[in-house]
C-alpha cells in the first residue's frame, strides 16, 4: 500500500530515525510489515504518492538499502500476519532484485504462506511470467492490481498508460504461478465518464474473477498534475451528483456477485477483506520500510523522509530517517480510531470508544455520547449491538461526522 | 522673552507639497540642526508619517533667529495636513498667529490647500502663501501664483517662491515671517493661562504636555491645575524642542513649550484643556475649545488565530487606551457582536484617521485586528409609545430600533472640494451624481484645472470614492471634504437573512433606490465565504420584511475521502481537525455555520 508524499527541506541532514519510537516497541509484536518501492515508469496525474520516474540505475543501491532497514526492524515483529508491498510501481523491480527480497524477508521475517496475506501492487503493463514467478517464490499470494478504468479515453484522461488488453493477461500469468488472490483497483467519477462506462468497468472487473475490489472516486490531491489541470479549466469535473450515483451504483452492482462493501472504497467477498489494510483501519500497529513508508507503533506515528537520495545516504542501525514523529497520545489515538473505524462497515466499538474516550480526556465520553446521540437523530449513524455504525447516508458525510466525533475528544 | 519677538506659526500644505522639508530647511538655516545631523523630515517623529508623507501628531519646535539685529524666537508649531485631523489642525492653529500655506509650484493649489487655508482664516492667522519646488523643471510660479489668488484670494504678488531643496528663497521666506507674522497678542491678565495643544507619552518622563502660554506665566515647581480636568499636578520639567530638547526654568506668554508634570498617564490629560496655577487661578478656560465630532465609526476586534483561541480582548484595551490618550480625537466603547466576540467601536475624524489609528495598533502595539467595514453616524428620530418625538445617534445599523418606530433618518452630508483637469470633468461629474451628490458650484483655477464643489453623503464617500475620483483622474484628481449638516433622505434599513434568521451584523442602512445592488452584492459576497452545508441555505435581503433580494448556497451531497491508508492517517486527522478549529472561529446561526471571514467581506469597503 503506498503512502504520501512528504515534502522534507532539501539537503538538510536527518537527525531522527526510526528507531526512536521503535524503542518502545517490546520485540516480536508486531505482526504487519509495509514496503514501499518508490519507482515508477510514468507518473499518473491523480497520483500523489512518492514515486521516482524509473532510475533502474538505483535499484540495486535501493533494494541494498531496504535490506538493511528490514534487519533492523525485524526483531519487532511477530509472526508476520500480513506484508504489503506498494509504490510506486513494486512490479518495476527487477526480477532478481525481487528474488533478493524474498530471501531477505524470509530470513528475518516468519512468514507462511498459509498464515501470512502478502500482498504486492502490480501494474499491468508490469507483468510477465518471469516476474510473477519470482513473486510467488518471495511468497507474494496476494496481487492487488491497478485497473482503474478499461476505458482507453478515461485512461488517458488520467495519464494513466497501460493497454487495458492487457489486464485478463495479467490475472491468467498470476493465476499460473499460483496467486489465486487477486484484488482489482477502479477509479470513478473520471471527467466525461458515464454511469453506463462504469457500469461497464464494473462488469469488465467481475468478469475477470476478482475476490476484491476497491472503487475510489477521483480525487483531486493537491499539487497533481490532475489538480492543475482542472484549475486551468483543462476539463470538466464529473458533477457531483453523478459521483453518488456512482458511487452507489458500485455497491448494488458488485452486491450481485456477493461483494460487501466493508470499507467505504473497498469491496470483497467473505473472508476476502485485505487484513493488511484492517489492521490500518483498526489502528494495529505495523513496520513500515522504504523511503516515505509511514509507521504506527506503541503508539507513535512517524514518516521515513521521502527523498531516495536521503534514505539512500543516512542510516542509523540500520533504521531510516524519518519525519513528522508523533509521540503517543491516547486521546490523539482515540481520534484516528473513530476517523478509520467509521468507514467500516463493522464500525467502532461504541462501549470502548466511550471508554477510551474518557480515560484519555476527562468529560469526553458525555460529549462524545451527545454527538452520537445527534448523529443517530440525523440519520447518519446507528448504534446497534453495541457498535457505531454509518448508514448509508451517513458514508456519504463520514468526514464531517468523524471531524464531529472527533473534536469532542480534542 | 520680548513678547514682540516671539513669532508662532504653522505650515499647511497639501501632502507632497513639501512641508516638512521646508521646516527642516528652517531649521537648518537657522542653525538650529547642523547639515550633518539634518535628517528629513525632523518633524515627523514616526515612522507613520514618515511614510505617508503627514503628519498625525503636531510637535512644537522653537528655533532662534536674528533678523535686523534683534534675536526672534521662532516657535514652528507643526499641524497635521489632513482635514480628518481638522481637531487636532484647529488646536495646533489656536496656538499660532501665523501660517506658512505651501503650495508645489509645479502641482498647483489642491483641494486640501484650499480646506485647510479655510480652517486658518477662520483662526484669523496671517498667511503667508509659499511657493515651493520652483527648481522643478515644471515649476510654474507665476501661474500657481495665479491660481493661489483665483482660489484663496491671497494676492499673487505676496507669494515667496523657495525650493526647500536647495535652499532658493529661504532666507527671503524667514525674513517674512519675522516682519509679516504678528506677534503674540498682549496677555490679558497676568492670572496664568496656557493651552495644551498636544501630550504624548514618554517612556521615561511620563506625559508631556505640549503648550503655548497665553496669559501669565509658568515655571517648574508651580502646582499647576487642569481647568476643565479640575486635577492638580506638579512642573517638574519645562523645556524647548530645539530641536533637541533643553530645559529652562520658566516661561512667559507667548511662548511654546513642553512640560513634565509628574502626570501618569494621559488619560489625566485632555488636550485642549487650560493649565493654570492653583494658588492663583484664572476665572476661565481659554475660548475655543471643542470637543472632537467623530464621523466614522467602525468596529475592531482582536484577530482570533488557528492556534489562539479568541485574540485577546485584554491587550487590544490596553492598546486601544494608550492611543486614546495619545490621540484625543478617536473614541471607544466595548462592543460584543454575536459574529466576532469583543471588540471596540471606535469612532474617528475620518477615514484616513481610521486607517492611521488601525496602523498604529497593529504597529505600535503589535496587534492582530480584524476591522469592520466603516459605517457613518446617523440621527434617528423615533416616535415613542406616547407619541412624542425624540432623537439619537446611531451608528450601527445594529441599533436601529424597530423600524415602525423611527420616524426619519438623517445622515451627514459633506461639502466636498475636488479639484481636478478639465478633461476629467464629464466622468467625474458622474461619478458624484451616482453617489448622490448634489452639484454647488464651479471655480476656475487655470485654463486647465476646474475646482468643483458638491454636496456628497458621506455614507457614499466612504465607499471607494476616493479610489474612484484617483482611478477616473489617472491619479491627479484632489479631492476634500468636510461634514456640514445632517439631513433626511430616504434611508432604509436592509437586513440580510442567513437560513431565514436575521443576522444584525450584517444588516446596513443604505439609500432606498441603492438597496437593491447594495443587497445583492453583499449577498454574492457572503455565498462565496459560507461552506456548503448538508441542506440548501438561503440568503435574503430584505427592507422591513419584503425581500429585495435573494442568493442560494446548494447543500453538499457527499463529504467522505476515497483513500484513507496509514500513511494517509496523520494528515487527515490534521485535516480534520483543522475543520474543527475553524468552527471554533465560526458563528453559527440558523445551523448555518458562518466563518469570520464571511463577516469581514460583506463589512469590507467598497461595492465589489
Redesign the interface.
Known amino acids: 500500500m503506498p503512502d504520501n508524499t512528504v515534502s522534507i527541506p532539501i539537503r538538510q541532514r536527518p537527525t531522527q530515525f526510526a528507531g526512536q519510537p521503535l524503542a518502545d516497541c517490546a520485540p516480536k509484536t508486531i505482526n504487519s510489515l509495509y514496503l514501499h518501492i518508490p519507482f515508477c515508469a510514468h507518473k499518473c496525474h491523480y497520483c500523489d504518492f512518492y514515486s521516482l520516474v524509473d532510475r533502474q540505475d538505483r535499484q540495486e543501491a535501493f533494494l541494498n538499502r531496504l535490506i538493511e532497514e528490514l534487519r533492523a526492524v525485524a526483531p519487532l515483529a511477530g509472526p508476520l500476519d500480513t506484508v504489503f508491498v506498494g509504490g510506486g510501481t513494486p512490479t518495476l523491480l527487477a526480477t532478481h532484485l525481487w528474488g533478493r527480497l524474498g530471501a531477505a524477508l524470509h530470513q528475518f521475517f516468519d512468514i507462511c504462506d498459509e498464515t501470512t496475506e502478502f500482498t504486492v501492487e502490480c501494474n499491468p503493463e508490469t507483468a510477465s511470467e518471469s516476474l510473477f514467478h519470482s513473486l510467488r517464490h518471495a511468497g507474494v499470494n496476494r496481487l492487488s492490481v491497478g485497473m482503474q478504468s478499461f476505458n482507453r479515453t478515461h485512461l488517458k484522461t488520467l495519464e494513466r498508460e497501460h493497454n487495458p488488453e492487457n489486464v485478463p493477461r495479467t490475472f491468467e500469468q498470476a493465476r499460473c504461478v499460483g496467486i489465486a488472490n487477486i484484488s482489482g483497483d477502479l477509479i470513478f467519477a473520471i471527467p466525461g465518464q458515464t454511469l453506463d462506462d462504469w457500469d461497464q468497468d464494473l462488469d469488465q472487473a467481475m468478469s475477470l474473477g476478482l475476490n476484491h475490489l476497491s472503487a475510489y472516486n477521483l480525487t483531486y490531491e493537491p499539487a497533481t498534475a490532475m489538480t492543475a489541470r482542472l484549475e486551468t479549466g483543462q476539463f470538466t469535473p464529473c458533477p457531483e451528483e453523478l459521483e453518488i450515483e456512482m458511487f452507489n451504483h458500485a455497491a448494488a452492482r458488485l452486491a450481485n456477485d456477493n461483494f460487501e462493501r466493508y470499507e467505504v472504497s473497498n469491496y470483497a467477498q467473505p473472508g476476502h477483506a485485505c487484513r493488511h489494510n484492517l489492521a490500518y483501519w483498526r489502528q494495529h500497529d505495523w513496520l513500515a520500510c522504504g523511503p516515505s513508508a509511514s509507521g504506527h507503533a506503541a503508539g507513535h506515528r512517524w514518516k521515513n523522509i521521502g527523498r531516495l537520495d536521503t534514505y539512500l545516504n543516512n542510516t542509523q542501525n540500520g533504521f531510516a530517517p524519518i519525519t513528522d514523529h508523533e509521540e503517543p497520545d491516547p486521546a490523539r489515538a482515540v481520534r484516528e480510531s473513530i476517523m478509520t473505524g467509521l468507514r467500516l462497515a463493522e464500525g467502532l466499538d461504541k462501549s470502548l470508544v466511550l471508554l477510551q474516550s474518557e480515560n484519555a480526556l476527562t468529560g469526553s465520553a458525555a460529549r462524545l455520547e451527545s454527538e452520537i446521540r445527534q448523529a443517530n437523530e440525523e440519520g447518519l449513524l446507528t448504534d446497534t449491538q453495541s457498535r457505531l455504525v454509518l448508514t448509508e447516508r451517513g458514508i456519504l458525510f463520514a468526514d464531517g461526522l468523524a471531524g464531529r466525533l472527533m473534536t469532542c475528544v480534542l | 522673552m520680548d513678547r514682540n519677538l516671539i513669532r508662532n506659526f504653522s505650515i499647511i500644505a497639501h501632502i507632497d507639497h513639501g512641508k516638512s522639508t521646508l521646516a527642516d530647511r528652517l531649521l537648518q538655516a537657522t542653525k538650529a540642526v547642523s547639515d550633518r545631523e539634518s535628517k528629513a523630515q525632523l518633524l515627523d517623529s514616526m515612522d507613520l508619517e514618515r511614510e505617508r508623507g503627514i503628519t498625525i501628531k503636531a510637535s512644537a519646535v522653537t528655533v532662534m533667529h536674528m533678523h535686523n539685529g534683534q534675536n526672534y524666537m521662532l516657535n514652528f508649531i507643526d499641524t497635521p495636513g489632513h482635514v480628518d485631523f481638522g481637531y487636532e489642525v484647529s488646536r495646533a492653529l489656536k496656538a499660532c498667529e501665523g501660517a506658512l500655506l505651501v503650495v508645489d509650484a509645479s502641482q498647483g493649489v489642491e483641494a486640501q490647500t484650499v480646506v485647510n487655508a479655510y480652517l486658518a482664516v477662520e483662526q484669523d492667522l496671517e498667511m503667508i502663501p509659499v511657493l515651493n519646488k520652483i527648481d522643478l523643471p515644471g515649476a510654474r510660479p507665476d501661474e500657481i501664483a495665479m491660481e493661489v489668488e483665483q482660489v484663496l484670494g491671497l494676492p499673487a504678488e505676496d507669494c515667496i517662491s523657495v525650493s526647500a531643496k536647495t535652499g532658493v528663497g529661504i532666507p527671503e521666506l524667514l525674513d517674512a515671517i519675522c516682519e509679516i507674522l504678528p506677534p503674540p497678542s498682549p496677555p490679558k491678565s497676568d492670572k496664568t493661562r496656557v493651552l495644551i495643544f498636544d501630550a504624548i507619552y514618554d517612556d521615561y518622563r511620563g506625559v508631556m504636555l505640549y503648550c503655548r502660554v497665553f496669559d501669565g506665566r509658568l515655571k517648574v515647581g508651580d502646582k499647576i491645575r487642569m481647568m476643565g480636568m479640575e486635577r492638580t499636578f506638579l512642573v517638574t520639567e519645562i523645556g524647548k524642542n530645539t530641536p533637541k530638547p533643553v530645559k529652562v526654568k520658566e516661561v512667559g506668554p507667548g511662548e511654546t513649550c513642553y512640560v513634565v508634570a509628574a502626570i501618569k498617564t494621559l488619560g489625566d490629560v485632555r488636550i485642549g484643556d487650560t493649565i493654570t496655577l492653583d494658588n492663583n487661578p484664572a476665572d476661565e478656560l481659554l475660548a475655543g475649545y471643542e470637543p472632537a465630532k467623530q464621523m466614522v465609526f467602525c468596529d475592531f476586534y482582536p484577530a482570533t488565530t488557528a492556534d489562539k483561541k479568541g485574540g485577546d480582548i485584554e491587550e487590544m484595551r490596553e492598546a486601544i487606551e494608550k492611543l486614546a490618550i495619545n490621540d484625543a480625537s478617536f473614541t471607544y466603547q466595548a462592543v460584543h457582536s454575536e459574529a466576532l466576540g469583543f471588540g471596540f467601536r471606535c469612532g474617528f475624524l475620518g477615514l484616513l484617521h481610521m486607517d492611521i489609528i488601525q496602523e498604529r495598533l497593529e504597529r505600535e502595539f503589535n496587534l492582530e485586528l480584524v476591522q469592520t467595514a466603516p459605517t457613518v453616524s446617523y440621527e434617528i428620530v423615533v416616535r415613542g409609545k406616547g407619541g412624542e418625538l425624540t432623537e439619537r445617534e446611531v451608528h450601527n445599523p445594529a441599533d436601529l430600533p424597530d423600524m415602525g418606530s423611527v420616524v426619519e433618518i438623517r445622515e451627514p452630508i459633506c461639502k466636498v472640494e475636488i479639484m481636478l483637469a478639465k478633461e476629467y470633468i464629464g466622468d467625474v461629474m458622474k461619478l458624484c451624481l451616482d453617489r448622490r451628490g448634489v452639484y454647488k458650484s464651479q471655480v476656475y483655477v487655470s485654463d486647465t484645472r476646474e475646482m468643483f464643489n458638491f454636496e456628497i453623503p458621506l455614507a457614499e464617500l466612504i465607499y471607494d470614492f476616493y479610489d474612484k475620483l484617483k482611478g477616473l483622474t489617472s491619479g491627479y484628481g484632489t479631492m476634500d471634504y468636510e461634514v456640514v449638516r445632517y439631513q433626511a433622505d430616504q434611508l432604509v434599513k436592509v437586513d440580510i437573512l442567513i437560513n431565514g434568521e436575521p443576522v444584525e451584523a450584517l444588516s446596513l442602512i443604505t439609500h432606498r433606490e441603492k438597496s437593491e445592488a447594495r443587497g445583492r452584492v453583499l449577498l454574492q459576497r457572503l455565498r462565496k465565504q459560507i461552506d456548503r452545508h448538508?441542506f440548501e441555505i438561503p440568503l435574503q435581503a430584505a427592507i422591513g420584511g419584503k425581500i429585495i433580494a435573494r442568493e442560494t448556497i446548494k447543500a453538499?451531497?457527499?463529504?467522505?475521502?476515497?483513500?484513507?491508508?496509514?500513511?494517509?492517517?496523520?494528515?487527515?486527522?490534521k485535516l480534520?481537525?483543522k475543520?474543527?478549529k475553524g468552527?471554533d472561529r465560526m458563528k453559527s446561526i440558523g445551523s448555518v455555520n458562518i466563518p469570520q471571514e464571511a463577516f469581514m467581506s460583506v463589512l469590507d469597503v467598497g461595492e465589489g
Open positions: 448538508q453538499y451531497r457527499k463529504d467522505v475521502t476515497a483513500k484513507c491508508y496509514g500513511g494517509d492517517v496523520t494528515r487527515k486527522r480534520l481537525e475543520q474543527k468552527k
